[in-house]
């Protein structure tokens, strides 16, 4: 199958700050990138869709201006969680989609965000 | 958009059989999921569905009824490593790729 890596799979902030999480396509172009998140208990819940070279779209609720995609190639998608606070802190998951193989099925290993 | 409905939790005891439903509604089908997730881990992939019927790979099988609207992924010998959250994700025509997710059934395998 292929291979999506997610960087880095734990991190913890101070409140206030940023961070960025990085999504690579390791073996194939993704042209398109997804990116969930998932509070405790709860299922994975869409925020935007990346898409390589243009602006990426977001969902309902989503701040896009807190939440800053980047995805300026066919293997590598950014967020950027700016001026982090304690309700941030979740588990933050890429899928990213190529053309062989079935759009959906596959994602990175996932980065734990902890704003204290 | 979807609905999508799955029981929260299911119980099953060691090499037993268990069945968890999804039950879904959406403007523009084009595809079912099923996820295996472990605590603190990514979900990975079991299943796709698009047309009806049944699908088997090893002990785990997944049924779709489009017209229903109705999924159900069975697992058979149920071993204990199998203890996970089972998600349930449909794929919209409209939105290549994007997908909704239901809630997620927690599966207890018991010895």
């Not at chain 1, 961070?19 to 194939?28: A, Q």
């Not at chain 2, 079991?46 to 997944?62: A, I, Q």
């Not at chain 2, 996970?84 to 997908?99: E, M, T």
Request: aromatic fraction near 12%; charged fraction near 20%.
């Amino acid at each position: 199958g292929a291979v999506v890596s997610q960087h880095p799979s734990r991190v913890i902030c101070k409140s206030g700050t940023s961070v960025k999480i990085e999504c690579r396509s390791l073996d194939f172009q993704a042209t398109t990138m997804f990116w969930y998140r998932q509070f405790p208990k709860q299922s994975l819940m869409l925020m935007a869709t990346s898409n390589e070279g243009s602006k990426a779209t977001y969902e309902q609720g989503v701040e896009k201006d807190k939440f800053l995609i980047n995805h300026a190639s066919l293997t590598l998608s950014t967020l950027t969680v700016t001026s982090a606070h304690p309700e941030d802190s979740s588990f933050y998951i890429c899928s990213a989609d190529g053309d062989r193989f079935i759009p959906g099925a596959f994602f990175g290993q996932g980065t734990r965000l902890t704003v204290v | 958009g979807q609905n999508i409905d799955q029981p929260t939790e299911m119980t099953a005891t060691e090499g037993a059989i268990v069945q968890i439903n999804c039950t879904y509604q959406t403007s523009g089908f084009n595809g079912l999921f099923w996820y295996q997730q472990h605590a603190g881990e990514a979900p990975t992939f079991l299943s796709y569905n698009v047309l009806d019927g049944l699908e088997e790979k090893g002990r785990f099988s997944s049924f779709l009824s489009r017209s229903k609207g109705y999924s159900y992924l069975l697992l058979k010998e149920l071993q204990m490593k199998d203890s996970a959250s089972y998600l349930c994700a449909v794929r919209d025509r409209d939105s290549w790729g994007k997908l909704q997710f239901g809630a997620g059934t927690q599966v207890v395998v018991t010895p």
